[in-house]
């Protein structure tokens, strides 16, 4: 048999880039001081971080200078998953890393945080401001009672007052856990009501898509419904004076107070992110000071090659784990982006006129705004001067080929194209970025340091170049250290470690490549089986969706009682587009000819929108529920998804099969 030539890349790093880039440098430097591997590249690197994991993860925290307040007896006590001990003993602050770039005399008056909203203004929080702002703060939480362990909230959309605010939880030792003001009262209750804070940050509105949108009711309700809080903070985004018996942001921001900081346990809390919650309640994921600390110095200053003199964007929101990874940047100097807004208003173009605005190094992005900026025919590089951008990275869902195609032809050939994937349950990447490494089209560049990321079989058996479920056989140092209100751990082992016992199952269907590189074909938890053959549903919506008349798609796979398999695909037109015959037949032929026979849908059938959780991403486990006859209010967390009415067509089309 003869083996398939290696595709050409689509992108390939010089030589020069290969030889500036931070890894380069820290593999050098590990193979002096730590017995990394001096030859083989970025492979032979990668074999080592997860052979020797005690040596890279002591490399990483030494290249980076992480200040231990209390020296470490070892790197990896008990190296069990769930239960993992890491840098025992030793005591540290996220917080001091974050705000240490403000320290240097020569770069107190650079900008740590450029804010930027929908009117394209812009305004500016210097390194110093900074380091005044949360020490201010911080001095007032403790004034107010709190002490480490004591939750914070943040009712607040992405501004520096919520980076302030986080960066102050976390000096005193606090956790920090946050919404964003588009979620409803329900919606935040299900996530604080869970973890009880003490404190709550919470602004008057916020402003989206040209509307102003006043959230004074909900916070009414939301210090209604919360009895733990002792203070609550408002925070005048729309200008609107204090209510009686809150505080004003401003007078606790004042002065130059210097921060103190708490030093805590590597393990201690640093803040409480959650599932979706589609299902059910959602996860209250608890993640610690030390290793968010570790993980994202590697990710953000290893992987995404990030450094002082880069402005780091990323559009998100504080509802979503990316929110917190964009914060992270400060750790390694990064003035960070705050995009707070629409992320196509007044045009499609918004967020490419941000990053030309604010002279963005790394913009990121998800994986549909590319493809909806790839349909209304944006160019990004004709319209606006991205001349220091040197990286678009994307996550949230798979980046079809043609959107990896598309943003190298529209960008250039020394643009960098990073697709990445990880989760909020780690709240960092397991593949993704690596600034030596080429980039082929569809695929994810390699797995993480650190990472010793698997396709396995349904045996536990490893498997590459076919379809497998996505587990992780060693620990990383930000999984969680537990869920909160989960005192045997039983919740917490049944989410990812029920399936391979003491390996992690992250629910995504993968396939890694005899070269290391990785792709991602969905969630294993809506797996579609047909004919005994599993299949990831992004394959299907990258093939579908290239249709002009498809503005997005759903696939749902449904084992019948009688033995059977209904597979119907749901697509959502583009305005003036009617799904006949033609259409039809066009889509079947789409995935007959890209994809396979087995992939060619039961039924196409026209819907009035896709549903997606609160942080955009597409719902599928809920919708295969309600097709399968459960009930709306079983089938669905409604304070979860963007809009019930959707969801509602599909429980009408499940009566509708149904005969009733």
């Not at 900081?261 to 979706?276: E, K, R």
């Not at 643009?415 to 593949?431: N, Q, R």
């Not at 026209?606 to 955009?616: D, K, M, R, S």
Request: with cysteine.
């Amino acid at each position: 048999m003869i083996a398939e030539p290696t595709p050409a890349p689509l992108w390939q790093p010089s030589s020069e880039r290969i030889a500036a880039a931070q890894i380069t440098r820290f593999q050098e430097w590990a193979a002096t001081h730590h017995g990394a591997p001096a030859d083989g590249g970025y492979p032979a690197l990668h074999r080592w971080s997860v052979e020797s994991l005690d040596a890279f993860w002591a490399a990483v925290a030494e290249w980076f200078d992480i200040r231990f307040a209390t020296p470490y007896e070892q790197v990896l006590g008990d190296r069990a998953m769930p239960g993992a001990q890491w840098f025992t003993g030793s005591t540290l602050n996220y917080a001091e890393h974050s705000l240490r770039a403000g320290e240097d005399p020569a770069r107190a008056d650079l900008p740590a945080l450029l804010h930027v909203d929908e009117t394209q203004q812009q305004s500016l929080t210097t390194w110093r401001e900074l380091r005044h702002q949360v020490g201010s703060l911080a001095e007032h939480l403790r004034g107010l009672g709190v002490r480490p362990g004591d939750r914070v909230s943040g009712y607040l959309p992405n501004i520096p007052q919520a980076i302030v605010a986080l960066l102050a939880t976390a000096a005193v030792g606090a956790v920090w856990t946050s919404c964003a003001p588009d979620f409803g009262a329900r919606s935040v209750l299900d996530r604080f009501q869970q973890v009880e804070p003490v404190v709550l940050f919470a602004v008057d509105g916020y402003r989206y898509g040209g509307r102003t949108h006043d959230r004074g009711d909900v916070v009414a309700e939301l210090r209604a419904e919360l009895p733990t809080l002792r203070a609550v903070v408002h925070v005048p985004l729309l200008g609107t004076r204090a209510p009686e018996g809150t505080l004003d942001w401003a007078d606790l921001v004042t002065g130059e107070t210097e921060p103190v900081f708490t030093h805590v346990p590597f393990a201690h809390p640093l803040w409480v992110l959650y599932s979706s919650g589609t299902t059910g309640l959602p996860k209250a994921i608890v993640q610690s000071q030390g290793g968010i600390l570790l993980e994202h110095v590697k990710q953000l200053g290893l992987h995404c090659d990030l450094g002082p003199d880069d402005r780091f964007f990323w559009y998100t929101s504080t509802g979503w784990m990316m929110w917190n990874f964009l914060a992270s940047g400060l750790l390694v100097g990064a003035t960070l982006v705050l995009y707070d807004g629409s992320p196509a208003h007044p045009g499609a173009d918004a967020q490419w006129d941000v990053a030309e605005r604010t002279g963005a190094t790394l913009f990121g992005t998800s994986a549909a705004y590319v493809m909806a900026c790839r349909k209304a025919g944006v160019h990004p590089a004709r319209d606006h001067d991205l001349s220091r951008l040197a990286c678009v990275a994307t996550t949230g869902s798979p980046l079809p080929p043609d959107g990896f195609r598309w943003l190298h032809d529209e960008l250039g050939p020394e643009v960098w194209i990073a697709s990445v994937s990880g989760g909020t349950d780690v709240c960092s990447c397991f593949a993704g970025a690596v600034p030596t490494l080429p980039v082929h089209t569809g695929e994810l560049q390699a797995a993480a340091l650190g990472t010793d990321l698997q396709a396995w079989d349904p045996e536990g058996h490893p498997l590459t170049g076919e379809v497998g479920e996505l587990v992780v056989t060693n620990p990383m140092p930000s999984m969680p250290v537990r869920f909160w209100n989960d005192p045997d751990g039983s919740r917490y082992h049944d989410s990812y470690f029920d399936t391979y016992p003491g390996v992690w199952r992250h629910g995504d269907w993968i396939t890694l490549t005899d070269r290391g590189s990785v792709v991602i074909h969905g969630r294993s938890d809506s797996t579609l089986n047909r004919q005994g053959v599993r299949m990831g549903s992004a394959d299907i919506y990258e093939a579908v969706e290239r249709i002009p008349e498809v503005r997005e798609s759903l696939v749902i796979g449904l084992e019948q009682p009688d033995g059977g398999y209904w597979m119907p695909l749901f697509v959502h037109l583009a305005d003036g587009a009617v799904l006949d015959d033609d259409l039809v037949a066009r889509i079947r032929q789409t995935i007959r000819t890209d994809l396979s026979p087995r992939h060619v849908p039961d039924e196409v059938i026209e819907a009035p929108g896709i549903p997606h959780t609160l942080t955009g991403k597409r719902i599928e486990v809920p919708v295969k529920r309600l097709l399968q006859g459960t009930p709306l209010e079983r089938a669905v967390n409604a304070g979860s998804v963007d809009s019930l009415d959707v969801l509602r067509f599909y429980e009408r089309i499940a009566r509708d099969r149904a005969g009733h």
